[in-house]
């Protein structure tokens, strides 16, 4: 669990797809006020590209990436 590596969402080019919020299984977003949010930064896995793989807008980008 990272403090250093977590969710970064661009909301100009996303879509509000939800693709990342329904993907993750750590329970980093919270998707209940449309858009996703990044509630649970600690959660993410360091180093863990899933939702920014599968984000179509390509919207996702990581705090502690370089
Ligand atoms: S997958 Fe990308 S476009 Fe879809 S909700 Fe997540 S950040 Fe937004
Ligand atoms: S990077 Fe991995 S663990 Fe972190 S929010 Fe995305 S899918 Fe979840």
Same mark, same amino acid.
Request: charged share 25%; with cysteine.
């Given at each position: ?15 509000? #797809?939800?693709? $990342?919020?329904?993907? /993750? &299984?750590? *329970? ?19 180093? #863990?590209?899933? $939702?920014?793989?599968? /984000? &179509?807008? *390509? ?8």
């Amino acid at each position: 669990m990272a403090d250093n590596w977590y969710p970064i969402i661009d909301y100009d080019k996303c879509t509000g #797809c939800l693709t $990342c919020a329904n993907f /993750c &299984p750590h *329970g980093v977003y919270d998707a209940s006020e449309g858009k996703p949010k990044v509630v649970k930064p600690e959660e993410c896995v360091e180093f #863990c590209r899933g $939702c920014q793989r599968i /984000c &179509p807008a *390509g919207a996702i980008s990581y705090f502690g990436d370089s």
